[in-house]
């Protein structure tokens, strides 16, 4: 058996994993399992490695992140820097009780429309349903002020500040009078109101009125939560396996050259090891070190926890223009300073009144011009 060496074999960029795929397959068709090193991996047993790094896209790039509005009056199940699955439970809202025997002597349905302003103030606007709100009424548009808000331009029902609005439902004011001769007035989404809940009913000490809420992630990703006056908001960012080295598929193996080529027989024209066309070549120096690092094989001179944490990605860059989108500095362009990507902030320079100012931003508060 021939010692074993690290060899590369050149693919086209993108075909890496599916020709890794091949490979293991007649690897162990063959029966030469104990010619080729095996790899540390959590999958079980592999022979050959393609080399990928973790990137987390940031929010304004092709991967734009799933942002969930948390109220506090939920439990919040996730924390920052957690990764999830998709269908992962983030937050949950228990049922709500009554504390002691009421009638419902009012139910009136009503929009209730939440926009939040630059500063993430949010303002509420409850409308009756009768009313029927605009079609640009819904989540993600933005608001100014004095913007009408109902299908009849109802002043009394007009957007009071510049803002976005995050949250459009159908709920149900309910007026609950107890034994005492004493109201309460409640605001129930009519996706969880108890069906039990209704005009002139008799409702017991313990009776449900609000059925349970949950928060499910609709995407697999790294966990950001943001604390605000009225809420959290909970985004998840998608994690990217980028190839480090496109094109290549890397192996420890100690076959002589003729049972090389019967390795890739077949394959000819979508691999081929690199080399002079007729002898593969091993690879050494710093590139089969940068893949024995990736590999696992060999320790990486840096924090263990540094080399497990996905890499930040950024589409802006140091010098260039940028718009800020959130904060009391929303609408200001300015030219990015400095990049921060441990705290996934940028200072940009804005002109106040002629001068140029250092303002620190998080990544989700500036996009390009």
Do not use: C
Request: aromatic share 8%.
């Amino acid at each position: 058996m021939q010692r074993k060496r690290w060899y590369a074999i050149q693919t086209y960029a993108g075909s890496e994993l599916r020709l890794k795929h091949q490979l293991e397959e007649r690897v162990r068709h063959l029966g030469w399992q104990t010619l080729f090193e095996p790899l540390p991996t959590g999958e079980g047993e592999e022979y050959f490695f393609v080399p990928v790094e973790e990137v987390v896209t940031s929010r304004s790039g092709r991967g734009r992140a799933s942002e969930y509005r948390v109220p506090y009056d939920y439990d919040l199940l996730v924390t920052t820097n957690e990764r999830i699955q998709r269908g992962a439970l983030i937050a949950r809202r228990p049922p709500k009780h009554l504390a002691r025997p009421a009638e419902v002597v009012a139910v009136e349905p009503l929009w209730r429309v939440v926009v939040e302003t630059p500063t993430h103030a949010e303002i509420e606007y409850l409308i009756p349903q009768e009313k029927g709100l605009r079609r640009d009424v819904r989540v993600g548009e933005k608001t100014r002020p004095g913007l009408p808000l109902t299908v009849d331009s109802d002043e009394r029902y007009a957007a009071e500040e510049r803002g976005q609005i995050v949250a459009r439902e159908r709920v149900k004011r309910l007026v609950l009078r107890y034994e005492d001769g004493s109201e309460e007035e409640r605001i129930i989404p009519e996706a969880y109101l108890s069906p039990q809940v209704r005009l002139g009913a008799a409702l017991q000490e313990g009776a449900e009125i609000e059925r349970e809420h949950k928060i499910h992630a609709r995407a697999s990703g790294l966990v950001k939560v943001k604390e605000y006056k009225d809420k959290r908001e909970v985004s998840v960012q998608r994690i990217e396996k980028r190839r480090l080295i496109p094109g290549y598929v890397f192996a420890k193996m100690g076959l002589d050259e003729g049972e090389m080529f019967e390795l890739l027989r077949g394959l000819e024209r979508s691999a081929r090891f690199v080399g002079s066309k007729t002898r593969p070549v091993p690879i050494e120096g710093p590139e089969i070190l940068l893949v024995q690092r990736k590999a696992g094989l060999v320790e990486a001179p840096q924090a263990a926890e540094a080399a497990k944490a996905p890499r930040v990605e950024v589409e802006f860059e140091v010098g260039e223009v940028v718009q800020i989108v959130e904060g009391p500095f929303a609408d200001f362009t300015g030219e990015v300073r400095e990049i921060d990507k441990e705290n996934e902030e940028a200072v940009v320079m804005v002109k106040i009144f002629g001068r140029e100012t250092p303002v620190r931003i998080s990544f989700d508060g500036i996009e390009k011009v």
